[in-house]
């Protein structure tokens, strides 16, 4: 039922089972589900799990691609299988380092809502992006970490976004941005 990709592409998706990637291995959340669900029902019970697979993958809108190879998929679609492969295992906060790259600007909105979605079930969400003011209407909160004197990460803010403007001076979220990582250190955070 499932053969190792030979195209160029080292991605499948199988939803009758689990979520697959391939790599120099295959990496199967349905072998892993001990270590990820621990003795759950969902681990001891495969009509459960697959129920659960089928779930995320609408929750995704993957539904019309399951089976396909990921080399088949578009980049947002792409960018989805990889919060699937995530989302799947029922974490209580998701750190997604930049979710739009790669991805064209009709896909962003969509990807991006999704992740709102994921929010919007009680799941804390932590996007890291550099093109914000695009997705800003989405945010609860916005954090920005600049350079330390010590060359380490420092919490320069935490806070609404237009409070963020009205702190650091700036017109948009992308301004504060390039101030930021223009800074040689961010003391005056």
């Known amino acids: 039922m499932m053969e190792k990709n030979k195209g160029s592409s080292p991605w499948l998706l199988n ?20 270590k990820l669900y621990g003795p759950s029902e969902l681990a001891d019970n495969p009509e459960l799990r697959k129920e659960e697979v089928l779930s995320v993958l609408r929750k995704l809108d993957l539904e019309s691609v399951k089976g396909s ?28 380092d930049e979710p739009d790259s790669g991805v064209d600007g009709s896909m962003v909105m969509e990807v991006m809502t999704t992740l709102r979605e994921i ?4 799941k804390i969400l ?8 695009r997705i800003r209407h989405l945010f609860d909160k916005v954090m920005v970490v600049g350079k330390s004197s010590e060359g380490c990460g420092r919490l320069c803010y935490f806070g609404s976004v237009d409070n963020a403007l009205t702190v650091f001076l700036a017109q948009s979220l992308e301004e504060i941005v390039h101030k930021i990582s223009g800074a040689e250190k961010c003391d005056s955070c």
């Open 126 to 133: 932590c996007v890291i992006t550099h093109t914000p003011d």
């Open 15 to 34: 939803p009758l089972t689990s979520i697959t990637a391939w790599k120099t291995r295959s990496i199967r959340i349905s072998k892993m589900r001990q």
């Open 119 to 122: 929010t919007d079930e009680g």
């Open 69 to 96: 190879k990921c080399s088949s998929l578009s980049g947002g679609q792409k960018k989805k299988l990889t919060i699937a492969m995530e989302y799947i295992t029922r974490p209580e906060i998701l750190f997604m």
